[in-house]
């Protein structure tokens, strides 16, 4: 049952003292300031350096497991072997491309395995070099389906010119920094040769600018069909490519896959180990920051309900002797405490949103055609606003516990007596 008398003379007090309340709401507000900035500012840095790893990657790849050797010893005892056996302490085997031959069934089996994985990418990828004239580089060579691979590396959001969807045979598509390098503009013919040995000319349809060095500068598109022709692959594929909802997840997908399977998954986080110990330390020192920051905002309003309580004492006095009880008194500081740290917390909204959304639009630019990228990498999400207030109410009621216990053992014999 709501206790209006506590309620009233809660009220009475904030609005008497206002210097007070005004103190300790500030104190909560840049608490909760500080809490929505460190939390938005360390999320979007560390969604821009999970991007800047995963953004022109698949999150799983699935690939036909390499050939190893097997020892005399192991083999079954019933087996034919027609093969040659060689026995030593090492065995180079045969060079050959492994591929997937039946990539169209693992393709609309991945499609519903998991509600994880969001888009599917078959490609004939390899080494080649690509020639014009006197230039002449290495690269590799994607074979892909253009609308399904855009889920998965998003090339036509980023062209600077030309096209990716809808991509003809004989045509290819190239970083901006590779057609600088060859002096090429859409339109202009090219000529690959791939690591099999097969040389065919294309014409550059599209130049895109993704602000990733990896595939800007060393990546080189073609369709599906045209690299399966010049790796002579005949209908296979090499690779299966996965994006995920949950990049995180990416090890226990691809664990799964490799039981389920019979090819092997591997994934993002096995190359970029350091990177992530290095994501997660970041986490950490931000929650430590957030915990110290929460810890000093309580002491704050815990010692300002403290000073508040010794004013107060002939009060207290005086509500007890007219038949206040315990728990009436102890319900009048934690409503303060509450209160003042429900308003603070509003204006730490305020504020800590508002320097956000400033901070958000500083820009600069990040490569010669003009892209450019936050300065300050913001991800301010309803989550983080919402859990910035829950939590200040939940430290000023916490915070204001002490000090109404305080208030609740004044004793108004002893107040009355030193009037």
């Given amino acids: 049952m709501f206790d209006w008398f506590a309620w009233k003379v809660a009220m009475r007090h904030l609005r008497y003292n206002v210097g007070q309340t005004l103190l300790t709401m500030g104190v909560v507000a840049i608490s909760v300031t500080l809490i929505i900035f460190l939390g938005a500012l360390i999320g979007g840095l560390q969604i821009r350096l999970l991007n800047t790893m995963t953004g022109a990657i698949p999150h799983v790849v699935i690939r036909q497991p390499e050939r190893l050797p097997i020892a005399l010893w192991n083999l079954p005892q019933d087996s034919e072997v027609i093969a040659p056996l060689y026995s030593?302490?090492?065995?180079?085997?045969?060079?050959?491309?492994?591929?997937?031959?039946?990539?169209?069934?693992?393709?609309?089996?991945?499609?519903?395995?998991?509600?994880?994985?969001?888009?599917?990418?078959?490609?004939?990828?390899g080494s080649g070099f690509i020639a014009r004239g006197a230039g002449r580089r290495a690269v590799t060579v994607n074979g892909v389906i253009p609308e399904r691979h855009n889920q998965i590396v998003d090339l036509?959001?980023?062209?600077?010119?030309?096209?990716?969807?809808g991509l003809n045979a004989g045509e290819v598509v190239m970083g901006f920094s590779l057609s600088a390098d060859l002096g090429m503009q859409t339109g202009d013919k090219v000529r690959i040769t791939s690591e099999e040995g097969i040389t065919a000319t294309y014409t550059l349809a599209g130049i895109y600018d993704t602000g990733y060095s990896a595939i800007d500068k060393d990546a080189v598109f073609i369709t599906l069909r045209d690299a399966q022709s010049i790796f002579a692959v005949g209908h296979a594929i090499t690779a299966m490519g996965l994006k995920l909802d949950q990049v995180l997840e990416a090890d226990s997908l691809a664990e799964r896959l490799t039981l389920q399977l019979p090819y092997e998954s591997t994934s993002w986080m096995t190359e970029n180990r350091t990177q992530l110990t290095g994501l997660r330390a970041q986490n950490q020192s931000s929650n430590m920051?957030?915990?110290?920051?929460?810890?000093?905002?309580?002491?704050?309003?815990?010692?300002?309900?403290?000073?508040?309580?010794?004013?107060?004492?002939?009060?207290?006095?005086?509500?007890?002797?007219?038949?206040?009880?315990?728990?009436q008194i102890i319900r009048i500081f934690t409503l303060e405490g509450t209160l003042m740290a429900f308003l603070g917390g509003l204006f730490g909204i305020a504020q800590g949103v508002g320097i956000c959304l400033y901070l958000s639009q500083f820009e600069q630019i990040a490569s010669e055609t003009g892209r450019t990228t936050e300065v300050f990498p913001i991800n301010l999400t309803p989550g983080l606003i919402l859990g910035s207030l829950l939590i200040a109410i939940i430290v000023g009621f916490l915070a204001s516990l002490y000090p109404a216990w305080q208030a609740a053992r004044v004793n108004p014999i002893e107040v009355i007596r030193g009037l």
């Fill in 156 to 165: 036509e959001s980023d062209l600077v010119s030309g096209r990716f969807y």
């Fill in 88 to 125: 030593g302490n090492a065995v180079k085997l045969e060079q050959q491309k492994r591929t997937i031959p039946d990539w169209i069934a693992l393709l609309n089996r991945l499609e519903g395995t998991d509600k994880n994985i969001i888009a599917v990418s078959p490609v004939v990828d």
């Fill in 289 to 327: 920051i957030i915990a110290f920051t929460i810890v000093a905002a309580g002491f704050g309003i815990a010692s300002i309900l403290i000073t508040s309580v010794v004013n107060k004492i002939r009060e207290i006095g005086i509500l007890k002797a007219m038949g206040a009880t315990q728990k």
